[in-house]
């Protein structure tokens, strides 16, 4: 099994950058979530790896081969786009069994692979049904599993999900997970749904303005953004954004802010001391009628109930800059929180991000000032 490799791969339409200087490797017999914002890139970066797209500059790799210049048909890939591509008119088990009858396979073995990949998508009980009788979902299965039957080096996903009827989609969701699973296949999906991509991936390659900014497993992604736009882009909401002063010199840095009762020791920064911004999963807050340790007085000023219970209050606290933030809470802490009027918020330093003025992450240790320092 091979990986995909490009190298620093650039294309321009005019004066846009829709691919900036990419270099980057996709690891073989792994999921890669290419995820980012609309316009971000990621499907001109999957159309140059698939041949769909010629490259302003760069190059592709499969393994060690240089496939730059290979048609699409010669670069032994699958593909699923956003819309199912099935043939109506005939069976499931036509559709899946069509394309290898070009490929000279002994009978058996075409049945065989028809019958996993029939498996392997759950469409047993629809195998003879005419494919334009079923709904969008199940059309979009046919079109997997017809990929998967035709064994590709690689399987490229365009969105598979997004065009599917709002009641297809967590099914399709869940019959492409155990795929991907069962597989280990290379594969390389496009979404700009986050839940998608932490449902699906190996690991996440966040997009933003024609390059990729941070590679990670799916968790690490999320509480360990390399920068604000992967903590504000990541989560529902985002990443909560506040300024902080970080004070003193190397060795001995100490970070003021209201949302603290007092300043916080911080180890590991480094570079000249000044403001910096703190950012904080509106999940990881914690709230309280009642004092907590760590915590500071705040102000509710409405709270709201989501779908699944959960608790979005909108908060203030005195002297904080951007005042007015938003706590994501359980439904037993939302329900024993007044509506509006005063409660007790505390930032878990452990949860707690710092970012430089640059928006990059600032790989520091965060303690209360006089505990002890457990990372020297
Ligand atoms: P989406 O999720 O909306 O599909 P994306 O991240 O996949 O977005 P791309 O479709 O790769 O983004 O587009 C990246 C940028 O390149 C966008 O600004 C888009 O308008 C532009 N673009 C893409 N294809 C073309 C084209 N053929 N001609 C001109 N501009 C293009």
Request: net charge positive; glycine share 8%; charged share 20%.
């Amino acid at each position: 099994m091979a990986d995909i490799r490009v190298e620093h791969l650039t294309k321009t339409f005019g004066a846009l950058r829709a691919v900036d200087d990419v270099t980057f490797a996709f690891p073989s017999g792994k999921v890669t979530c290419l995820l980012g914002p609309s316009g971000c890139g990621k499907t001109t970066l999957m159309r140059i790896i698939a041949g769909l797209e010629a490259q302003t500059a760069g190059a592709v790799y499969f393994g060690e081969r240089d496939v730059s210049r290979l048609s699409p048909s010669k670069r032994n890939i699958g593909m699923v786009f956003q819309y199912p591509v099935v043939y109506r008119g005939i069976s499931v088990y036509r559709n899946i069994e069509l394309p290898l009858q070009s490929m000279k396979l002994s009978r058996s073995e075409r049945i065989r692979r028809v019958d996993e990949a029939i498996y392997l998508m759950g469409l047993t009980a629809s195998a003879a049904q005419d494919v334009s009788k079923l709904d969008n979902g199940t059309r979009q299965k046919v079109a997997v599993a017809r990929e998967v039957a035709r064994q590709p080096q690689f399987i490229l996903f365009d969105e598979p999900i997004t065009n599917v009827d709002a009641a297809s989609k967590l099914q399709l969701k869940r019959s492409l997970k155990e795929l991907t699973r069962s597989l280990s296949q290379t594969i390389i999906y496009v979404t700009h749904d986050q839940t998608e991509a932490m449902t699906l991936a190996d690991q996440i390659a966040l997009m933003e303005e024609g390059k990729i900014v941070q590679c990670a497993p799916p968790r690490e992604l999320y509480n360990h953004p390399a920068d604000r736009f992967g903590g504000w882009f990541l989560g529902n909401p985002g990443m909560v954004f506040f300024t902080a002063a970080l004070s003193g010199t190397d060795g001995a840095r100490a970070l003021a802010s209201p949302l603290f009762p007092a300043p916080i020791a911080v180890s590991g920064a480094t570079g000249e001391a000044s403001d910096v911004t703190i950012g904080i999963r509106p999940e990881h807050i914690r709230l309280s009628a009642d004092p907590l340790p760590g915590s500071v007085p705040a102000q509710v000023d409405r709270k709201t109930v989501q779908i699944g219970g959960q608790y979005l209050v909108a908060l203030t606290v005195d002297g904080l800059a951007n005042h007015g933030f938003k706590a994501k809470v359980a439904p037993s802490v939302g329900e024993r929180l007044p509506a509006s009027g005063p409660v007790h918020v505390a930032l878990p330093l452990d949860q707690v991000s710092l970012f430089d003025a640059a928006g990059n992450r600032i790989a520091a240790t965060l303690r209360p000032a006089g505990a002890p320092n457990r990372a020297q």
